[in-house]
């Protein structure tokens, strides 16, 4: 059983690139989240899935978008790199509904630097 | 402020030793308190999961929470050199998890 599965593990951008961090669950979660780790500061919430179709922001939305089309898949694009992007994203995914929602199952993370 | 404040760290304790991880929150609609725990270049992992202001023990690791003075706490008995890891709390209600910073802890053989 994979689990949470990210890739790439590592990448390096130049400021102004885009690019997609993949994320795919084979565990049927409906609940599907990007954080960003950075040091001090914790996980921060990017975006989140609650089903196939539905997305919704998080604490620190700006400057990345997500869709989901499977229930498997929630990938996060970046649409023009910054410096500031540079961090550890963890794809998280769950079950879905009442208090088991927040039971986090995380994958193996992408750490991006912008250049 | 932030709504979850832990201890920062580092801590380093000698194999055997109790460790005591410290989370304060200033959110009341928090619901659900966890402790994650990451090693080096992994994603985290769900070490503990509490609803309900008390204690809760598994094995040699118990997660105390205290809803009137908005604090928890994660204790672990008897650390070993595997122990060692970065701990987050988290907590939250409805859909999402607010996470403390976390602690970086290294138990020495």
Redesign the interface.
């Known amino acids: 059983n994979a689990g949470?599965t990210q890739t790439p593990k590592f990448q390096v951008l130049k400021t102004g690139q885009s690019m997609t961090l993949q994320c795919a669950q084979d565990m049927n979660h409906e609940?599907m989240s990007w954080?960003r780790q950075d040091p001090?500061?914790?996980?921060?919430?990017i975006h989140?899935s609650?089903g196939a179709g539905i997305t919704d922001q998080?604490e620190v939305p700006n400057g990345y978008n997500v869709s989901r089309s499977t229930t498997e898949d929630f990938p996060l694009r970046l649409l023009s790199a910054a410096p500031s992007q540079t961090s550890v994203y963890?794809c998280?995914s769950s079950y879905t509904g009442g208090?088991t929602?927040?039971?986090?199952?995380?994958?193996?993370?992408t750490q991006l630097s912008v250049l | 402020q932030k709504e979850v404040e832990q201890d920062p760290g580092p801590l380093s304790v000698p194999e055997g030793a109790i460790v005591s991880l410290n989370c304060t929150y200033s959110n009341s609609a928090f619901q659900y308190f966890m402790w994650y725990r990451q090693y080096s270049r992994k994603g985290p992992e769900l070490l503990m999961y509490t609803y309900s202001s008390g204690n809760k023990e598994d094995g040699r690791f118990t997660a105390q929470v205290d809803k009137s003075s908005k604090y928890i706490s994660l204790f672990i008995r008897d650390s070993q050199p595997s122990d060692s890891a970065t701990y987050l709390c988290a907590m939250g209600s409805a859909r999402q998890l607010t996470f403390g910073s976390g602690t970086q802890l290294t138990v020495l053989p």
């Open positions: 949470v609940y954080y001090g500061m914790g996980l921060r919430l989140y609650v998080g963890f998280a208090a929602n927040e039971k986090l199952f995380f994958g193996s993370g």
